[in-house]
């Protein structure tokens, strides 16, 4: 059995609202949306939700790990709330469609760093960037 949203956002330290609930529900159901995506999603269950309100709660999940942030380059950040694992992410250039990308195994040259500078590597982030089936 998952742990429900309301004993996450205890579990680490964080105040329970119907705000932060719709928001934790917005993303469960809609990775990699934008801050006005979701926002919208929880306007929708809730009702009235300030989008000040949004951005706070999302900067509060995002600094207690309970979710994450990406900004891939040229777009809107955007939230997931799969943390705690080291994926990546691909996304096409036409329509902006991403999705998940496990990390490679055996052979990656691109994930070792030629000049560590002394620093102990424990994640990498990368962005695959193409044209899904739809926009080719």
Not at 67 to 91: C, F, K, M, T, W
């Amino acid at each position: 059995m998952t742990e429900s949203a309301k004993d996450l956002l205890r579990r680490h330290g964080v105040q329970v609202t119907a705000q932060r609930l719709a928001i934790m529900d917005a993303i469960a159901a809609n990775p990699h949306a934008t801050a006005d995506e979701i926002a919208d999603v929880a306007r929708a269950s809730i009702g009235s939700v300030s989008r000040q309100a949004v951005y706070d709660s999302l900067g509060t999940l995002v600094d207690k790990s309970l979710i994450r942030r990406i900004q891939p380059d040229g777009s809107a950040a955007r939230y997931e709330d799969r943390v705690g694992d080291n994926h990546h992410h691909l996304i096409c250039r036409g329509c902006n469609v991403m999705f998940d990308v496990d990390c490679a195994v055996d052979y990656t040259p691109c994930l070792t760093a030629h000049d560590d500078h002394g620093f102990v590597i424990d994640e990498a982030e990368v962005v695959y960037w193409g044209l899904c089936t739809a926009c080719q």
